[in-house]
């Protein structure tokens, strides 16, 4: 189970508390735990290094995909994460986190800022993340450079797994270029809210050996916890 440090449980903003209690619930842990496993094995016991979720849509959860899956993996598994907010144009993350919001990314990538400098320790044990920093208005020309790519290699050294929560796709082309830098996407569907077709497109973007699958995030079951276990 995802664990808060003793030293931060206290002292939380409550903003922050309802945040981390969403993606520590053992209800929504067992899918946490579901995605990544079922998404990004690379192989028996072993998961993509890299690893990245995108969406069609603003507002389809994308974000709170990626932290609980990136605190479920370092729960689970005992290793460090790096979590990267990838939309600097929209970002979300250091609201849910309590974080100053720079320096991040873009800071790092304008190299006004050191990897070391731009990293975040979180309230959850073996969590870090690099926020998007601060506000930009080329950040296409950011990511398409090779500077992004070079960033997550870097960060590799420094973390077992690196997780990306890209923009969503109707931003633009910068989830693309970001994708580009993993090894493995998923894409974050609300549920009875994007359209078919709007999927359709959405999948048509990325490769089958890129795109790992999707994430049907919202989804109720009519069945009882007790039975869904049982199938």
Excluded at 51 to 58: D, G, H, K, P
Excluded at 165 to 177: I, K
């Amino acid at each position: 189970m995802a664990k808060m440090k003793k030293a931060a449980q206290t002292f939380l903003p409550p903003r922050t508390q309802e945040a981390i209690s969403e993606i520590t619930d053992p209800r929504l842990l067992v899918h946490f735990r579901e995605i990544y496993m079922s998404l990004f094995a690379a192989g028996i016991d072993s998961l993509h290094r890299t690893m990245a979720f995108v969406s069609a849509l603003y507002g389809e959860g994308t974000s709170t995909v990626c932290l609980g899956v990136s605190a479920c993996i370092a729960a689970d598994l005992c290793r460090s994460v790096v979590l990267v907010e990838g939309d600097m144009l929209r970002p979300s993350l250091r609201q849910s986190l309590s974080l100053p919001p720079s320096p991040g990314l873009s800071d790092v990538l304008l190299r006004r800022a050191s990897v070391e400098e731009a990293l975040r320790d979180t309230c959850l044990e073996g969590l870090q993340v690099l926020l998007a920093g601060s506000q930009v208005d080329n950040a296409i020309r950011l990511v398409q450079s090779r500077e992004f790519t070079e960033l997550v290699s870097a960060l590799q050294k420094k973390a077992d797994y690196v997780v990306v929560d890209l923009p969503p796709l109707a931003a633009g082309v910068v989830a693309l270029s970001m994708a580009s830098a993993v090894e493995a996407v998923a894409l974050v569907v609300r549920a009875g809210v994007t359209p078919r077709w709007i999927v359709k497109q959405a999948l048509s973007r990325f490769s089958n050996r890129k795109l790992k699958g999707v994430v049907l995030n919202g989804y109720r079951s009519s069945l009882p916890d007790w039975l869904e276990h049982l199938i």
